[in-house]
């Protein structure tokens, strides 16, 4: 009896692991605050040595494929559904967005001669993953009960780009199980009217956007670490010369003395700089690729490093918003596409050159 | 030394080979590692076709992109071979004046840029004034892009003809196009040039150039002293910067044989309105 | 008086130790320019090596650009004055220049010469053509006199 007992509590110790690692962080810096909303499952995960034979691995990678081509033929929910049956357009109704990849910048000239700056966006294998109607939809969870609030919009989940699923959690798998589809890297939550929902598996395309649309991206800008106040606020610093020591590019003064001795929340300080969601709002649509689904807007202020993700959604501001019907839902995926859009601005690469006629 | 055969070259200017007459034992030697793709060779010619180095830049996807619409301009207009030192006329739409056109001819000082930002500049002295105008290559305005002559310099870049006497930089506006016959190399023109006496604009003492004749009588000792201070002999032998400014090999393979097929066309297209226009031009002259 | 006293203190041979870059060769206050076109007291000037002097230049940056009204000063008499050419580095297909020339006007905006005798760009019949007023300066007649266009 007693040694059972002994092998037990030594069996038990010998699965016990010392899990603790010790992360080291500077004292003043916090990240950003987060929730993660409820649908969110965690997706990292410990890689971990699966000791599988060389065999065994060629037999997922097939398995692999074999999701992929299924995914690749698996047709659009959309073609069943006849075009009567979906809802029209009205100004107030919200669409679905789309996940792009910033993927550079270059040049491109106008009808006028005027040379033009683009940043090219790239839609890579977006899908309709889930759909919350608003009656569902309850992203606060309150210890406290709240009166009942009335929704409009529900939540529509979007990911892009496909992984391989023995990188990511089993939870996270079983979020694109469901739909049928392997899982994405980037998930992203957009707010629809009930109208504009999407079956699940939907594919969306960089056509969802027409040409000459204004849209807004959200993204994260550039990351530039720990900067001072002249970075950072662009303040003006002191100066170089004329007795002045050790101050040259210090902040100075932080705040008055007497009643308000003390710093004001919200006083630019030295920080860290970047990394901060940001929008930028009223980005022209000039040109749209249907073959690999690339989006040229006008000029260069798209938040974020080249390769950084963004999100696309139709502009919120009043002057910029749809004057005639988009693409409502979305565009079914059409055999008949032209390769290129251009915006009547734009002087095509094909066409010949400009030359001003007298008027 | 062997890197310096294989040097891939983008953003670094053209730099001129050095003759082969002075090393003519060394001929059997250069064999190996000459007799490499031949496509590589259009690196020289197309040196915008290679993306910028940084790697914070690159994307495989946008490279073709912007390749593909270089090549849709390029069916447009011919756009030839040219050099740092070579003699250009560009014919550009005005917009400013409706309905006309507005011809430039000049010495091409520089080139730079990857992709469609790509840039060359020409310098010209017309009625005793230095001149010097900025064209992007792929700008849709340019009505024609036409080579008077071919030909190559010494240095990499020619801002020190700003400094130079004028004669250095004149060419006149109605100049006819030399032509060289078909299959002979670019020409290397040897010619140094005399500079003004100072101010100058930049401290060519600092620069290694090797165009220039008389720099020496316009030195002080000091020149000399800090020329001595600042050289940065090691700089050739620095691996790791070469890498940095170039791309490799494997890369600009994959790229030139991606348009190789179109330029080749563009070549050939060119070729025949070469020969076209040497049946043509005696004509002209007479009537 | 100044300048022949600086150039016996440190020789012109000698570089100054202060600046290394290339610098902006912006048009501003007191920057020496070049006359050229052939009004009496332009070419006086210029043949004398006085070249006029700016003391104004009416813009909200005090920074000369391409087609700008200036106010010089040249051979004791204030005079104005549009640029016809500039040495800072330029947009693309602007030509840039070697020297900073500029064209005497009077005050209606007609040049005082009969001829320019240097090439002007043609991004100034634009630039000319916006700021002339219907009733106040002409200053499209400067380009009536130019003989060249880059």
């Known amino acids: 009896m007693s040694t059972n007992n002994l092998k037990l509590l030594c069996t038990k110790f010998n699965n016990l692991k010392i899990n603790y690692v010790i992360t080291r962080t500077a004292s003043n810096w916090k990240p950003p605050k987060y929730r993660p909303p409820y649908w969110y499952m965690p997706k990292e995960r410990v890689l971990t040595e699966d000791n599988l034979t060389q065999d065994n691995r060629m037999f997922i990678k097939e398995i692999i494929q074999d999701k992929l081509q299924a995914q690749a033929a698996m047709e659009s929910p959309l073609e069943n559904i006849s075009q009567t049956e979906t809802m029209q357009w009205t100004p107030g109704k919200k669409r679905v967005g789309l996940i792009a990849r910033k993927i550079g910048n270059y040049p491109m000239w106008d009808k006028d001669g005027k040379k033009v700056l683009t940043t090219l966006l790239q839609v890579i294998d977006n899908h309709v993953i889930k759909y919350i109607p608003p009656e569902n939809f309850k992203p606060m969870i309150h210890k406290v009960k709240q009166p009942q609030e009335h929704r409009r919009l529900g939540c529509m989940l979007v990911g892009a780009e496909n992984i391989d699923p023995s990188t990511v959690t089993k939870d996270y798998c079983g979020l694109f199980n469901s739909v049928g589809m392997l899982p994405k890297r980037h998930l992203c939550r957009f707010m629809v009217s009930p109208e504009a929902a999407l079956p699940t598996g939907t594919p969306l395309y960089a056509t969802h956007f027409r040409v000459g649309d204004h849209i807004d991206v959200r993204a994260k800008t550039i990351d530039r670490g720990f900067q001072g106040v002249m970075k950072r606020w662009g303040f003006k610093g002191m100066p170089a010369s004329h007795g002045v020591t050790k101050t040259h590019r210090r902040p100075g003064n932080i705040g008055a003395g007497g009643e308000k001795a003390r710093v004001w929340p919200g006083t630019k300080m030295p920080g860290n700089m970047g990394n901060r969601w940001r929008i930028t709002r009223g980005v022209k649509i000039l040109r749209i690729n249907t073959k690999h689904n690339i989006i040229w807007t006008l000029g260069v202020a798209i938040p974020g490093e080249t390769g950084a993700m963004c999100y696309l959604f139709d502009t919120v501001l009043p002057l910029k918003k749809h004057k005639t019907s988009p693409p409502f839902p979305t565009q079914p995926p059409l055999d008949n596409l032209p390769l290129e859009y251009y915006d009547d601005s734009i002087h095509e690469f094909e066409s010949p050159t400009i030359s001003f006629e007298e008027i | ?287 | ?150």
């Open chain 2, 1 to 287: 030394m062997i890197f310096l055969e294989f040097r891939a070259l983008s953003t670094l200017p053209e730099r001129v080979e050095e003759p082969p007459q002075e090393e003519p034992k060394e001929v059997p030697q250069r064999r190996g590692p000459k007799s490499t793709n031949p496509i590589l060779e259009h690196r020289h010619i197309y040196p915008e076709f290679l993306p910028d180095p940084n790697p914070k830049w690159r994307n495989s996807l946008r490279e073709k992109m912007e390749r593909a619409d270089m090549l849709k301009r390029r069916q447009q207009i011919d756009i030839p071979e040219f050099y740092v030192g070579s003699i250009l006329a560009v014919t550009i739409a005005d917009p400013h004046a409706q309905g006309k056109t507005n011809k430039f001819v000049g010495i091409c000082i520089e080139r730079k840029g990857c992709g469609l930002r790509a840039e060359f500049t020409l310098r010209n002295v017309v009625d005793h004034q230095g001149l010097e105008v900025r064209y992007d290559l792929y700008d849709p305005t340019i009505d024609k892009i036409q080579v008077l002559r071919l030909e190559k310099r010494l240095d990499d870049k020619l801002f020190y003809l700003r400094d130079a006497l004028p004669e250095y930089s004149t060419f006149p506006l109605d100049m006819d196009p030399e032509i060289l016959p078909e299959g002979t190399p670019v020409p290397v023109n040897p010619l140094k040039v005399k500079l003004k006496p100072k101010p100058w604009l930049e401290r060519w003492e600092r620069q290694e150039l090797k165009g220039i004749a008389n720099i020496e009588q316009y030195l002080t000792t000091t020149n000399r002293l800090n020329r001595k201070l600042r050289q940065t002999p090691w700089e050739k032998f620095d691996l790791m910067k070469q890498y940095r400014k170039t791309i490799p090999m494997e890369e600009q393979s994959d790229i030139w044989s991606e348009v190789n097929n179109q330029l080749q066309q563009l070549q050939m297209a060119r070729k025949k309105m070469a020969r076209k226009r040497t049946f043509t031009a005696p004509k002209t002259q007479l009537g």
């Open chain 3, 1 to 150: 008086m100044f300048k022949s006293l600086i150039t016996k203190l440190c020789p012109s041979q000698l570089t100054c130790g202060f600046h290394t870059t290339a610098c902006l060769n912006e048009v501003r206050l007191l920057t020496r320019l070049r006359v050229v076109d052939n009004s009496e007291i332009g070419m006086r000037a210029m043949a004398e090596g006085k070249p006029p002097k700016i003391i104004c230049v009416y813009n909200k940056k005090r920074v000369g650009f391409i087609g700008d009204r200036v106010m010089v000063a040249i051979k004791g008499q204030k005079k104005k004055g549009i640029l016809v050419g500039l040495k800072q580095i330029q947009n693309v297909k602007v030509p840039k220049f070697d020297s900073n020339n500029i064209v005497l006007i009077d005050d209606n905006g007609t040049p005082l010469g009969t001829r320019i005798h240097v090439p002007i760009p043609t991004i100034l019949r634009t630039i000319l053509k916006e700021r002339t007023h219907a009733k106040g300066a002409d200053y499209t007649k400067l380009l009536a006199i130019a003989t060249r266009f880059v």
